[in-house]
């Protein structure tokens, strides 16, 4: 039922909100259990659709006060690590994957 509701008609169909819900729902389980919540958006090249994505990223993780980890353009991604516009490719998420577990470390 709560997939029929508002955000439908605003561009979303019932398949993306009922994902939609079940994230945000399991979002607010994670943190009930103490786990530390990080929405993270990994690199992409030049897809003006995949800024959309994050975007939208951004805002469920403001609504659930969650950290936001935004690689979208960071500068040890460069254009030769990546498969296709979307994609990493072997190397790009080698390096990608170091990033995030020095982060997470830090």
Do not use: C
């Amino acid at each position: 039922e709560r997939a029929i509701g508002q955000d439908v008609m605003n561009g979303l169909n019932p398949g993306q909100m009922v994902i939609k819900i079940v994230n945000e729902e399991m979002i607010e389980l994670m943190k009930k259990d103490g786990v530390r919540v990080i929405l993270v958006f990994s690199p992409i090249w030049h897809d003006v659709d995949g800024f959309k994505y994050r975007d939208s990223l951004q805002v469920i993780a403001n609504r659930h006060h969650v950290e936001f980890w935004d690689y979208t353009s960071h500068d040890s991604i460069t254009a030769n690590d990546f498969y296709d516009r979307g994609h990493l490719n072997g190397v790009g998420a080698d390096r990608f994957s170091r990033l995030i577990g020095q982060r997470l470390k830090n």
